[in-house]
């Protein structure tokens, strides 16, 4: 009987395969993490450990060619091993050196297809996660193909909850997440979090996403989760000609919610910077605009009565940024196009066309006698073909005003991103991915930034061009003026650990006038003013808004006051102390200064933490400047109550952070010696 079922199994393959198929194992630097890579039974897999743990068990690799079935992996060889530890410099950042200390594995795999005849796998080895990806190097030069399946999993064991929302939803990436079982993932965008009874936090992403549609994950009900790839309108997933490689499949594993926003693994497997002179141009900083008041429905984008971006109006911007200290003012709805809906006649937008009232000539001299610079607005209603054909032009523009940064807007339904066919593409397929570097690219060529909203996710490439400096790519400030509901307080815990895993975020904190005139607390701004300013912290972008109306500034500029001291590029970021969902606190060092600051928000429940400064400089004396949630202060009844003080504090002092319901905390930690 035994000998009869052993009989079975071998003739299975089983015994076979399980026992003598040769793996190849790499550890990362400090031993922290090991990939073994090897085939069975014409699978290619994976597995990965932790500390010998295993955390994700045997999972698929490989891609599925139109014109092909799916290939069986026969054979592993070929391994080829490095190991690097580097630094290198950011032009601006969350943290000036980054450090890249990693080991890296390359496997060939032998499939049975032609095009999956040799396959090349590389994984990237850090102590804090790993990445890996696909180098289809025997492609023929000139031979086209169609990717018609991505085969990659990623099989987690255990329990895991996740924060995540359904991809593909019309409004994109603009959705606030459901903290569930991860095995209700039906598809998912990434970042994917999520938290283990195991104790361990995982983050499921890609890197260098280039000429690649967008993945997203695809959960099976138990754990499993499969890559998905965003199709083009005829079901091609990704359309290549000759040899190429694939963005990098990254997962970040990390003991903390912290040890996911801290890493750099996302920075270090995008490729050196394209563009070595672009401090010269650009310089991070924070802006106004003629923004929140069209949001809030009193001006117009369109013409008319209530035409936001007139000369005059756009003037009093200039003079408010120049009074405080602000570097930038953008101005949306300065050209033709607006008028009617511009959603749907987003061909009729022109980039080089202002409207009458709008004299950028005047506008950009006077700013300059001010020390000010315009920034840019590029809506295109999703009318791709339409921005291609003017892009040249419409940067040529701009340059010629002295304009270095340019705010660009794809506001269609998801799937609706018309190209030369009249066909529906995703945001974020491969037709938009193109589109995304063509941007940045001809943008660079006239020493211009782009802060792109509605976009493609941002997978670090802000490495290799830099002038993509932001981007949204989330549910951000603005829903808080339109009511749809607003986001609720949580949400600002959440995003630090899901979508700004990705990269800097215009998020567009700092709106002063909470209520903006509403009573219903779903309608407004769910925060305390206190976490205004926290956010400004706790979400990294090198250009940070100042979003409401100058006026609402003006009636608190002693709370104002952290805004102006803000810096927007940093020395150093440390993530203090968090839990995704409930609360956060960060601080960063101010780069090129010894000035630390301090970010801390909770969700809708009160809380009291207890904060030591070690991250201070021992021995030195640091005047705290403290801007926490006034007596009673709550975002639903009492949102504006603010403590405003000052204490000496040093790196032996531990402070409380006492935050409201909705509430938060800001401190800037100023040098005495
Ligand atoms: C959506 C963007 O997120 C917002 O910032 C902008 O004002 C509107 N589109 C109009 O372009
Ligand atoms: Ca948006």
């Known amino acids: 009987m ?11 393959g089983w015994t076979a395969s399980a026992a003598a198929a040769p793996r190849e194992c790499a550890q990362s630097p400090g031993k922290v993490i090991e990939v073994c890579v090897w085939v069975d039974n014409g699978q290619a897999l994976y597995e990965v450990t932790r500390k010998g743990a295993v955390v994700l068990a045997p999972s698929e690799l490989g891609l599925t060619f139109k014109g092909e079935p799916a290939a069986r992996y026969t054979a592993i060889g070929n391994p080829r091993r490095a190991a690097s530890n580097t630094s290198w410099e950011q032009p601006w950042g969350e943290e000036r050196v980054i450090r890249d200390n990693h080991t890296q594995l390359t496997v060939t795999l032998s ?13 990237r080895l850090f102590d804090d996660g790993f990445g890996f990806r696909y180098d289809y190097a025997g492609i023929p030069a000139g031979q086209d193909v169609a990717v018609t399946a991505e085969r990659t999993q990623f099989h987690t064991l255990g329990a895991y909850q996740a924060w995540w929302y359904q991809g593909l939803g019309q409004e994109r990436d ?6 569930t079982d991860a095995r209700r993932i039906t598809l998912a965008e990434t970042p994917l979090t999520m938290k283990g009874a195991n104790g361990l936090y995982l983050s499921f992403h890609e890197a260098a996403m280039i000429d690649f549609p967008s993945m997203l994950l695809q959960g099976n009900g138990e754990g499993t989760l499969t890559a998905w790839l965003m199709p083009w309108p005829d079901g091609t997933l990704a359309k290549k000609t000759g040899a190429f490689t694939t963005p990098w499949r990254t997962v970040l594993i990390g003991e903390t919610p912290g040890a996911l926003a801290d890493s750099r693994i996302e920075l270090n497997l995008n490729e050196p910077s394209k563009i070595p002179d672009i401090q010269k141009w650009f310089t991070p900083g924070k802006y106004v605009g003629v923004w929140w008041e069209m949001h809030l429905d009193k001006a117009t984008w369109g ?57 950028i000539a005047a506008i950009t001299a006077y700013a300059k006698s001010k020390g000010v610079q315009l920034i840019g607005h590029n809506e295109t209603g999703g009318a791709v073909i339409n921005y291609e054909n003017q892009l040249d032009d419409a940067m040529k523009f701009y340059q010629r005003y002295g304009v270095h940064s340019v705010k660009t807007g794809y506001v269609r339904h998801a799937g609706d991103i018309l190209d030369r066919d009249g066909k529906g593409e995703w945001f974020a397929g491969q037709f938009m991915v193109r589109h995304n570097l063509l941007v940045a690219e001809t943008a660079a060529r006239y020493r211009i930034a782009i802060d792109a909203h509605e976009p493609v996710k941002d997978t670090g490439l802000r490495r290799t061009w830099p002038n993509m400096v932001a981007r949204e790519g989330a549910r951000g400030q603005e829903y808080n003026a ?134 201070l400089a021992p021995g030195k004396r640091y005047e705290a400047q403290i801007y926490r949630d006034g007596p009673n202060a709550d975002y639903r009844v009492n949102p504006l109550a603010i403590t405003i003080e000052k204490k000496i504090v040093t790196a032996a002092d531990t402070l409380p952070l006492d935050l409201a319901p909705g509430g938060g905390m800001a401190i800037r930690f100023r040098l005495i010696e």
């Not at 499939?111 to 994984?123: H, I, L, S």
């Not at 602000?326 to 607006?338: A, D, I, K, P, T």
């Open 2 to 12: 035994i000998l009869r079922s052993l009989a079975l199994i071998a003739a299975l």
């Open 482 to 615: 339109w009511g749809v509901p607003t986001n609720p307080p949580e949400h600002m815990t959440i995003l630090p650990f899901t979508r700004l895993l990705g990269g800097p975020m215009d998020f567009t904190p700092g709106i002063f006038d909470l209520a903006h005139g509403k009573d219903d607390v779903t309608r407004r701004v769910q925060s305390t003013l206190a976490t205004q300013l926290a956010e400004y912290v706790v979400v990294y972008s090198p250009i940070q808004m100042a979003a409401d109306l100058p006026e609402n500034y003006e009636k608190n500029l002693a709370a104002f006051q952290f805004i102006r001291d803000v810096p927007t590029d940093w020395e150093t970021s440390e993530t203090l102390q968090s839990e995704i969902g409930d609360y956060v606190v960060i601080a960063r060092r101010q780069r090129g200064g010894q000035d630390w600051f301090l970010g801390a928000i909770t969700d809708e429940n009160a809380r009291s933490l207890e904060q030591p400064l070690t991250f």
């Open 174 to 179: 603009e959705y606030l997440y459901t903290q």
């Open 111 to 123: 499939g049975d297809t032609q095009f999956n005849k040799a396959v090349d796998v590389t994984f």
């Open 303 to 359: 013409s008319g009565m209530r035409h936001g971006a007139t000369t005059a109006n756009v003037e009093r911007y200039i003079d408010f940024a120049a009074k405080y200290g602000f570097s930038g003012v953008l101005v949306e709805g300065w050209n033709q196009g607006w008028d009617g809906d511009w959603i749907t006649n987003g061909d009729k937008f022109s980039f080089t066309k202002p409207y009458p009232d709008f004299d």
